[in-house]
């Protein structure tokens, strides 16, 4: 049976790119090679890597604006680490808008003041706040654009002198945005760029160099550079289905055509979250994220009845964090629209049949 | 053609793991979803990781020691770092067997002191140290038990109270040894164990908790502990190819039944690196590796020919290092004998035609 895979991330990719990076592991570019058993030194290996740093960039609009593009390990969490050991001098400004950016404060403490601008802890992270000012005296700004577990996104962020750091795991390539506004960009691919495993850094180069702490080599964002992600040997496969998946995007009309379609997604699911009595959203209206809906029954008696309807079509994944419970509908790039259609059809059933 | 894959890393690995590893990207256990979009917090990906961590402790003879097995992201050179991080108070003791060993010292001294008890840069890394002593102050002693580059590696271990850590990312799981004697173990995956992405550590626990610093969460082995290696999203498939190959490891009869193997390899090319008057091995005798196996030519004139004849053949990977030159046939676990038949052959066919 097809499956309907709302799946918050690792998530659905394009059916052509698993087409594609399975045929890749028995014999990658006719080379009569696995891409598993090629050296990351290969001219096809090294063609692959700097085809996926590329068109990040392009995709983006950050092609020689300064910019680098990394592909490193050990997700967005090892940038909560990354980003501290490289930027914080004495203080930095955080937003916190949910579990991800709790975290990212963390381990920003560990080597410096930081200084939570504001918070939306008070009402378990349903909103974006949006009156606060970053101190004069921060060596940057971070927030998270995306709130995977809560469903928020931010739909404008700050006017600042300050450097720009945002962490956007769970909608980057998803919408148009001015990136030239930002300085330093990360994302975990799981979401909209590949599977897990690399984690794409686009940085400005010119914010380096200024902390005066010796940072470890893996740790350095300049070792990256200097080494165009090849300081040691990258996460292969998981760089290659990225590239695949961005070869996929670019071919789709990039990001502003992709962004149409997401609209059309979410406008389809939020119009039957607000119309159907059974249902009522969990994220403030003005906040609702594109990729993540999140929404609960007013009355959790009928969890078991569309429990079992949706697990019945094939729907895979929409079970809520536990953290707000009910359901997440995750709609990522390659989200097929007739997925949430089928999906508002089970809501509408659930309505007629109770 | 059919390949001969002699490449350093990543490399070869067992046919039937990428067989098995190309279906899971169409569909993962007849879910009728790729492995690449599943959740890894799912029963099936939670069993993967389960599995993978069970069979490396298995295969090592470490169950029920005090051990445990984790899957991280990095390689070897987050390692360098780890270590430092987790176990270095005040002083350690590393032994400089070459390029890794030189870099694992060189992230370890931002952490303390570090005492390098013998090196054998003297000879370009050509032998192993054998009479040095431990300092009785140093919190651990570091060794690097395989050196790629070179074709070097530890037989012997040095008997010791400090807590022993090795890097065994060339040739674990290749022979059998008394893992027991050792307190850490890493190593990158993509040489025995599977794709590039993944480093399995594995750590006893008694040796952790004693230094006093504040370790950032991504850094400390009792966080990857604590969340069994998914404190957040592990390399998903990586870590599946890995559990693959170490089925296949353990339906093949183990390490003890591999280690025959290898040993046949091994004295197929160095009986020829020995006897052939065109070629000379580079590593001391008694030092060689049984997983790379480095020589050059004694009339450099003859590499034309030599590289036309095996390219021919339709060997990949066996060009030498930089630091070393000529040629290195690395060995690893998936490779077959007639591979290696098929170099000392060329070989043989060189000196006829010479």
Same mark, same amino acid.
């Given at each position: 049976?097809?499956?309907?895979?709302?799946?918050?991330?690792?998530?659905?990719?394009?059916?052509?790119?698993?087409?594609?990076?399975?045929?890749?592991?028995?014999?990658?570019?006719?080379?009569?090679?696995?891409?598993?058993?090629?050296?990351?030194?290969?001219?096809?290996?090294?063609?692959?890597?700097?085809?996926?740093?590329?068109?990040?960039?392009?995709?983006?609009?950050?092609?020689?604006?300064?910019?680098?593009?990394?592909?490193?390990?050990?997700?967005?969490?090892?940038?909560?680490?990354?980003?501290?050991?490289?930027?914080?001098?004495?203080?930095?400004?955080?937003?916190?808008?949910?579990?991800?950016?709790?975290?990212?404060?963390?381990?920003?403490?560990?080597?410096?003041?930081?200084?939570?601008?504001?918070?939306?802890?008070?009402?378990?992270?349903?909103?974006?706040?949006? &009156?606060?000012? %970053? *101190? +004069?005296?921060? /060596? =940057?700004?971070?927030?998270?654009?995306?709130?995977?577990? #809560?469903? @928020?996104?931010?739909?404008?962020?700050?006017?600042?002198?300050?450097?720009?750091?945002?962490?956007?795991?769970?909608?980057?390539?998803?919408?148009?945005?001015?990136?030239?506004?930002?300085?330093?960009?990360?994302?975990?691919?799981?979401?909209?760029?590949?599977?897990?495993?690399?984690?794409?850094?686009?940085?400005?180069?010119?914010?380096?160099?200024?902390? &005066?702490?010796? %940072? *470890? +080599?893996?740790? /350095? =964002?300049?070792?990256?550079?200097?080494?165009?992600?090849? #300081?040691? @040997?990258?996460?292969?496969?998981?760089?290659?289905?990225?590239?695949?998946?961005?070869?996929?995007?670019?071919?789709?009309?990039?990001?502003?055509?992709?962004?149409?379609?997401?609209?059309?997604?979410?406008?389809?699911?939020?119009?039957?979250?607000?119309?159907?009595?059974?249902?009522?959203?969990?994220?403030?209206?003005?906040?609702?994220?594109?990729?993540?809906?999140?929404?609960?029954?007013?009355?959790?008696?009928?969890?078991?009845?569309?429990?079992?309807?949706?697990?019945?079509?094939?729907?895979?994944?929409?079970?809520?964090?536990?953290?707000?419970?009910?359901?997440?509908?995750?709609?990522?790039?390659?989200?097929?629209?007739?997925?949430?259609?089928?999906?508002?059809?089970?809501?509408?059933?659930?309505?007629?049949?109770?």
């Amino acid at each position: 049976m097809k499956k309907h895979n709302f799946s918050a991330g690792p998530c659905i990719l394009p059916q052509e790119v698993f087409q594609e990076a399975s045929q890749a592991i028995l014999d990658f570019n006719n080379s009569g090679l696995s891409i598993l058993e090629i050296s990351h030194r290969s001219a096809d290996f090294v063609s692959v890597m700097e085809e996926a740093q590329s068109l990040a960039l392009e995709l983006l609009g950050l092609k020689d604006k300064g910019y680098k593009a990394l592909f490193l390990q050990g997700g967005a969490s090892m940038q909560f680490l990354m980003v501290a050991y490289n930027l914080l001098e004495k203080k930095a400004a955080y937003l916190n808008t949910g579990t991800w950016s709790s975290k990212a404060i963390k381990e920003a403490k560990l080597f410096g003041e930081v200084e939570e601008v504001a918070s939306s802890k008070d009402k378990n992270f349903n909103y974006i706040p949006k &009156s606060y000012s %970053i *101190p +004069s005296d921060a /060596d =940057y700004f971070h927030c998270t654009s995306n709130n995977t577990i #809560f469903g @928020t996104q931010m739909k404008e962020f700050p006017a600042t002198d300050k450097p720009l750091v945002c962490d956007m795991s769970s909608d980057i390539f998803s919408r148009e945005l001015d990136f030239s506004k930002f300085d330093l960009i990360y994302a975990g691919a799981q979401k909209n760029m590949g599977p897990a495993g690399t984690t794409l850094v686009v940085v400005k180069e010119d914010i380096l160099g200024k902390v &005066s702490r010796e %940072i *470890p +080599s893996m740790m /350095d =964002y300049a070792t990256h550079i200097a080494k165009e992600s090849m #300081f040691n @040997t990258p996460a292969v496969y998981a760089v290659y289905v990225s590239m695949l998946t961005l070869r996929w995007l670019k071919a789709q009309g990039g990001i502003k055509a992709i962004e149409a379609e997401n609209n059309k997604k979410a406008e389809l699911i939020y119009a039957e979250i607000d119309r159907n009595p059974l249902f009522k959203g969990f994220a403030a209206k003005e906040d609702r994220s594109l990729m993540n809906a999140t929404f609960n029954l007013v009355d959790e008696s009928h969890k078991e009845t569309f429990d079992k309807m949706w697990k019945a079509a094939g729907v895979n994944g929409i079970n809520g964090h536990r953290s707000v419970g009910g359901y997440r509908a995750s709609m990522y790039n390659a989200l097929p629209l007739e997925s949430v259609q089928l999906v508002v059809d089970l809501m509408r059933d659930l309505e007629k049949n109770v």
